[in-house]
């Protein structure tokens, strides 16, 4: 593992244009135009591919199309299912629970750059991992941001834009997204 590579996944700063980085993010592109461009009826071949993509797979069903940056940072849980133009910036790891819904144009992101100018036109960057628990649903077009942590059993409204970790058992909404109701 390349230097650069362990600090991009411990959440440091590190620089993306390390050779083995993207190579990493080449082989990524590849799996994922041969799975977003595979037959509907190929489950067994859309299997593979994320078995040889993902940290862990799982049972998951991810309907095209589908994109990350690496692949290996993403752990599904089982009963995992992302609908249409799902996207996981997987800078960081991305753990995700059993029983896990995404609706269509789900964003999770790991991925984040330095606040002050100088450092982040360095080319500098780094990532904050991200966790859902068991038996979340995000709604249609909602974001997670780097750093969050959504709790077992959260509902996330459509759209909502989520910039702070949720406990479980809530239902969230809104851009900030804040509680509106416990379950």
Excluded at 16 to 36: F, I, T
Excluded at 120 to 135: H, M, Y
Aim: hydrophobic share 40%.
């Amino acid at each position: 593992m390349s230097e650069e590579k362990r600090k991009m996944i411990a959440g440091e700063l590190y620089r993306p244009n390390d050779a083995v980085l993207r190579e990493d993010r080449l082989r990524a592109r590849h799996l994922l135009h041969e799975y977003n461009h595979s037959a509907p009826d190929a489950k067994a071949q859309r299997q593979a591919i994320l078995k040889s993509l993902l940290g862990e797979a799982g049972n998951a069903y991810i309907e095209p199309t589908f994109r990350c940056d690496y692949g290996y940072n993403i752990y599904l849980g089982e009963n995992f299912y992302a609908n249409f133009d799902c996207v996981i910036l997987d800078v960081c790891p991305v753990h995700i629970g059993a029983n896990v819904m995404l609706a269509p144009g789900v964003h999770i992101y790991t991925a984040t750059h330095p606040l002050d100018p100088t450092e982040r036109n360095s080319g500098l960057e780094f990532a904050k991992p991200v966790t859902i628990g068991d038996n979340v649903w995000i709604g249609g077009r909602a974001i997670i941001n780097p750093g969050v942590t959504l709790g077992d059993n959260v509902v996330v409204g459509s759209g909502a834009v989520v910039t702070h970790s949720v406990e479980a058992n809530c239902v969230v909404a809104g851009n900030p997204a804040r509680v509106i109701r416990r379950l």
